[in-house]
């Protein structure tokens, strides 16, 4: 059990370029979850995926965000058209989730974007 | 929709000391989790403790325990001993018993004073 891992850790991308966060979750999770987070402030829910399927999107996902998470094993966080207003650390988590037992969701340790 | 309130931007405490630290939350579910995490200046969000609401005991782990009531909505964080290494924000979180995505508060920023 490697933990929770992202990639890359820290991007600077100019305005208007799209950039691409990878997230390896813990072996054999089933949920996978992406938070926003900027200083100062907890995270922000923006999507979730359960093995494959993409169960929820925060409204706060505009269009310019996709994610995938293709064969329910790694998940891609994808910002097009990057604005300044994008920088902020993105966190992903995971967990494995049964009906009966809930989960507990573990976090990485998040990738930081910065728009100039 | 679920809200999480944490009233208390900043706390300090000196060290061996106990601190508490406050949480509220809004939710019409009757069965759900809470949680505390604790992030340290290098930013890995870290679980320090769960409650599970249909549990009346308090969870406690180690130098960490809650006082968790549900009529009042209130879950508050207890760190007996402060150690320097407490230093950091906690965000107090919540879920509902049905698995959907933590909901968090704003947060607080802890310093354990030498």
């Known amino acids: 059990d490697t933990g929770v891992s992202q990639n890359p850790r820290h991007k600077i991308t100019k305005r208007g370029q799209n950039v691409t966060f990878r997230c390896d979750p813990i072996s054999e999770h089933n949920r996978l979850y992406w938070y926003r987070q900027t200083l100062g402030q907890g995270p922000e829910f923006l999507t979730y995926?359960?093995?494959?399927?993409?169960?929820?999107k925060s409204r706060l996902l505009s269009d310019r965000f996709s994610a995938e998470r293709p064969k329910g094993s790694f998940s891609t966080l994808e910002i097009q058209r990057t604005e300044q207003g994008d920088s902020a650390m993105y966190l992903c988590?995971?967990?494995?989730?049964?009906?009966?037992?809930?989960?507990?969701?573990?976090f990485g340790e998040g990738s930081w974007l910065t728009v100039v | 929709a679920q809200t999480v309130t944490q009233s208390q931007p900043e706390m300090s405490v000196q060290e061996a000391e106990t601190v508490t630290l406050s949480c509220t939350y809004d939710t019409s579910e009757s069965n759900y989790y809470l949680f505390w995490y604790k992030q340290p200046p290098s930013r890995q969000m870290i679980l320090v403790i769960r409650?599970?609401?249909?549990?009346?005991q308090n969870a406690t782990e180690n130098r960490f325990s809650v006082n968790f009531q549900k009529a009042a909505k209130s879950f508050s964080l207890k760190i007996s001993d402060s150690q320097l290494g407490d230093t950091a924000m906690y965000f107090c979180a919540f879920m509902a018993r049905g698995g959907t995505p933590l909901v968090f508060g704003k947060g607080t920023r802890l310093s354990v004073i030498a």
């Open positions: 409650q599970e609401a249909y549990k009346q």
């Open positions: 995926f359960q093995n494959e399927a993409q169960l929820e």
């Open positions: 988590a995971s967990s494995s989730w049964t009906a009966t037992s809930g989960n507990t969701i573990y």
